[in-house]
């Protein structure tokens, strides 16, 4: 079965925009396009919404090597990290992730006066969280971390 599906006004202005479509030609002999648009980029792509924010900072003094949560990934939402910077620590930490069953997978570790900034795709779906370990050092009780990241709806 067949179905037509009609898109808003601004998803089409923004593919209008970034193919450069035009009314008229401006050669004589360019290619015509119908006035149906066939997709072929990802729409996904389009749909996404790219944001950097900062956690409040946190105490990671206590007892070394407890998971402390800094930005979980809402119900709604799916998110891609592309880059993180946390504080210095004077304590050993790591940034690990965590899925809603309590899995863990870390992505990187500083050692004693370590700062962890890097820029990498890491995929977080809906519920994960991105945290850091205590240090179980008494100067480590002012750490934040930021991330950059696109958002998509689900």
């Given at each position: 079965m067949v179905q037509n599906l009609w898109a808003n006004k601004a998803i089409i202005s923004?593919?209008?925009?970034?193919?450069?479509?035009?009314?008229?030609?401006r050669e004589p002999d360019s290619p015509l396009f119908l006035q149906t648009l066939q997709p072929v980029t990802s729409i996904d792509e389009l749909l996404k919404t790219t944001s950097l924010i900062k956690s409040a900072s946190k105490d990671l003094s206590a007892g070394a090597g407890?998971?402390?949560?800094?930005h979980t990934t809402p119900a709604t939402e799916k998110w891609t990290i592309r880059g993180w910077s946390t504080d210095t620590t004077i304590g050993s930490t790591q940034l690990r992730l965590r899925t809603p069953s309590g899995q863990f997978f870390p992505?990187?570790?500083?050692?004693?006066?370590?700062?962890?900034?890097?820029?990498?795709?890491v995929y977080m779906p809906p519920g994960w969280t991105i945290g850091l370990l205590t240090?179980?050092?008494?100067?480590?009780t002012d750490v934040d971390l930021t991330i950059l990241y696109d958002k998509e709806d689900v």
């Open positions: 923004r593919i209008i925009q970034k193919f450069q479509l035009e009314e008229r030609p407890t998971y402390t949560v800094y992505l990187e570790a500083a050692a004693t006066a370590g700062k962890l900034t890097h820029s990498e795709e240090t179980g050092n008494v100067a480590d």
